[in-house]
């Protein structure tokens, strides 16, 4: 490794990151991270913060989850890489493929297609879904509804799914046949009330009369995360992904559960669509399944999904979609080892019981803070609006967003920061005394940024 200074200077000198402005990154680089231990990172001058992002709401099992480098080490040597197109599989895989069979079979959804993260598993998705509806007979179901505040990652299908402009007007144009519903968020709407049931009602109407617009026969999914992460930590009514699903029952729309943050304990469920006690056609799932160690993605299908498919005989059921890393044997023994991790640790329970604690502090922190308009979350996925003017809602400015993000990264806590937006989704293993470190430092961010 170079010494410290060539770092420094070279840092976003040569290269572009991503969600960020080059010229912004070149003023103002990065803090450079070193190392990870147990719940905290440790950056290049040895400064040593508790990760409150769970590096990009993935870290679930923190950085010293040996089993998991054990895995990975261990496959490294034994076969780093081997395709799984048509002809050859690994070992790895075939078991990753039963464990999640087994993991995911309360949510109805038994097989698995691969990826390398999160964006290539909404693709898929989105692909499956109108490749299913010409299997079945309805070659004219291509459109695709999804929420306005949704994050599906950043390809194309993904970005014409996303509910965010952000996400969207440098890059347009796009998917055409895609149409968005107001997202289930109590603190703005366009429904003027802060019932979430009856925001439920009024999308669930909007949606009826979107399909009636369309035709029901001209729509292939609605896709939809169960709890809204990077939008901003929206938790919609419990009666309201129950009522998409019934609307897409009655109407032959698939359900798509994009699940890359939810799919493994971070609300306190396993599974986002099982928090709400729905059963989705496709989840898509990435991130904490390898702990973040790999990039590694599945897609999970539901049997009625599955059986279109492997009934039929002829090329149309073929799937011409797939990925040069799908099924990566080093990420697989990763995921293998996740998971056991992962349930043996029952990070979820933990998740629900640190997620209220955190939620309950952050709540204190309003009562003392103007600075904070909304505060949301369910499990260990939290955020913070922050807000210049708690009549008006209006939202705070960038520089005293920035200041509490750094004066609490000052006060030991890495915490993100997005809009308005601070969000938090620490790795699900974290203790009760790491949530007060958590509010202690954000206490403090608060504090100076009020000036
Ligand atoms: C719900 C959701 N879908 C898709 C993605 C895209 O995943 P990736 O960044 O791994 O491509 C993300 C990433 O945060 C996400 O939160």
Same mark, same amino acid.
């Given at each position: 490794?170079?010494?410290?200074?060539? %770092?420094?200077?070279?840092? /976003?000198?040569?290269?572009?990151?991503?969600?960020?402005?080059?010229?912004?990154?070149?003023?103002?680089?990065?803090?450079?991270?070193?190392?990870?231990?147990?719940?905290?990172?440790?950056?290049?001058?040895?400064?040593?913060?508790?990760?409150?992002?769970?590096?990009?709401?993935?870290?679930?099992?923190?950085?010293?989850?040996?089993?998991?480098?054990?895995?990975?080490?261990? *496959?490294?040597?034994?076969?780093?890489?081997?395709?799984?197109?048509?002809?050859?599989?690994?070992?790895?895989?075939?078991? %990753?493929?039963?464990?999640?069979?087994?993991?995911?079979?309360?949510?109805?959804?038994?097989?698995?297609?691969?990826?390398?993260?999160?964006?290539?598993?909404?693709?898929?998705?989105?692909?499956?879904?109108?490749?299913?509806?010409?299997?079945?007979?309805?070659?004219?179901?291509?459109?695709?509804?999804?929420? +306005?505040?949704?994050?599906?990652?950043?390809?194309?299908?993904?970005?014409?799914?996303?509910?965010?402009?952000?996400?969207?007007?440098?890059?347009?144009?796009?998917?055409?046949?895609?149409?968005?519903?107001?997202?289930?968020?109590?603190?703005?709407?366009?429904?003027?009330?802060?019932?979430?049931?009856?925001?439920?009602?009024?999308? /669930?109407?909007?949606?009826?009369?979107?399909?009636?617009?369309?035709?029901?026969?001209?729509?292939?999914?609605?896709?939809?995360?169960?709890?809204?992460?990077?939008?901003?930590?929206?938790?919609?009514?419990?009666?309201?992904?129950?009522?998409?699903?019934?609307?897409?029952?009655?109407?032959?729309?698939?359900?798509? /559960?994009?699940?890359?943050?939810?799919?493994?304990?971070?609300?306190?469920?396993?599974?986002?669509?099982?928090?709400?006690?729905?059963?989705?056609?496709?989840?898509?799932?990435?991130?904490?399944?390898?702990?973040?160690?790999?990039?590694?993605?599945?897609?999970?299908?539901?049997?009625?999904?599955?059986?279109?498919?492997?009934?039929?005989?002829?090329?149309?059921?073929?799937?011409?979609?797939?990925?040069?890393?799908?099924?990566?044997?080093?990420?697989?023994?990763?995921?293998?080892?996740?998971?056991?991790?992962?349930?043996? *640790?029952?990070?979820?329970?933990?998740? +629900?019981?640190?997620?209220?604690?955190?939620?309950?502090?952050?709540?204190?922190?309003?009562?003392?803070?103007?600075?904070?308009?909304?505060?949301?979350?369910?499990?260990?996925?939290?955020?913070?609006?922050?807000?210049?003017?708690?009549?008006?809602?209006?939202?705070?400015?960038?520089?005293?967003?920035?200041?509490?993000?750094?004066?609490?990264?000052?006060?030991?806590?890495?915490?993100?920061?997005?809009?308005?937006?601070?969000?938090?989704?620490?790795?699900?293993?974290?203790?009760?005394?790491?949530?007060?470190?958590?509010?202690?430092?954000?206490?403090?961010?608060?504090?100076?940024?009020?000036?």
């Amino acid at each position: 490794m170079r010494e410290t200074n060539f %770092l420094i200077e070279n840092n /976003a000198r040569h290269l572009w990151h991503p969600m960020a402005h080059p010229a912004e990154m070149q003023a103002s680089p990065p803090r450079i991270i070193n190392a990870g231990e147990g719940v905290e990172i440790v950056d290049i001058h040895g400064k040593k913060v508790l990760d409150a992002v769970g590096g990009l709401w993935n870290v679930n099992l923190g950085y010293s989850c040996e089993p998991v480098k054990e895995a990975i080490r261990r *496959q490294l040597d034994e076969l780093p890489y081997y395709s799984t197109f048509r002809g050859t599989t690994n070992s790895p895989l075939i078991e %990753l493929s039963y464990e999640l069979s087994e993991w995911f079979r309360e949510d109805g959804l038994t097989r698995s297609f691969f990826t390398s993260g999160g964006s290539d598993s909404v693709e898929t998705c989105l692909r499956l879904a109108r490749q299913y509806h010409k299997l079945n007979g309805q070659p004219e179901r291509t459109k695709f509804v999804a929420l +306005k505040k949704g994050y599906h990652g950043t390809h194309f299908g993904g970005a014409s799914v996303n509910g965010n402009a952000n996400f969207r007007r440098n890059y347009e144009p796009l998917l055409p046949g895609v149409f968005h519903l107001p997202a289930p968020y109590t603190y703005r709407n366009p429904f003027d009330t802060t019932d979430g049931a009856i925001i439920a009602k009024a999308i /669930a109407r909007l949606f009826e009369d979107e399909i009636a617009f369309q035709g029901a026969d001209t729509i292939a999914a609605l896709i939809m995360e169960p709890v809204l992460g990077a939008g901003g930590v929206i938790v919609p009514h419990e009666t309201f992904m129950p009522l998409m699903r019934e609307i897409c029952d009655r109407h032959g729309i698939l359900l798509i /559960a994009d699940e890359v943050i939810t799919a493994f304990g971070r609300t306190g469920a396993w599974t986002g669509s099982r928090l709400f006690g729905v059963k989705p056609d496709f989840m898509s799932t990435a991130k904490a399944i390898t702990n973040g160690y790999y990039p590694f993605g599945a897609v999970m299908i539901a049997d009625k999904v599955a059986q279109v498919f492997e009934s039929n005989r002829t090329a149309a059921g073929s799937i011409g979609h797939g990925y040069t890393y799908s099924g990566h044997p080093v990420g697989a023994a990763a995921a293998v080892a996740t998971l056991k991790e992962t349930r043996k *640790q029952n990070v979820a329970a933990n998740a +629900k019981a640190r997620g209220e604690e955190l939620i309950a502090g952050l709540e204190a922190l309003k009562a003392r803070h103007e600075l904070i308009g909304d505060v949301r979350g369910k499990g260990l996925m939290c955020a913070l609006e922050l807000v210049s003017d708690r009549e008006k809602k209006s939202g705070a400015a960038k520089d005293i967003v920035q200041k509490v993000q750094d004066v609490t990264y000052d006060a030991g806590v890495m915490v993100r920061t997005s809009g308005a937006n601070v969000i938090l989704s620490p790795p699900l293993i974290v203790t009760a005394e790491d949530v007060t470190r958590i509010l202690t430092a954000l206490d403090a961010g608060l504090s100076a940024a009020r000036g």
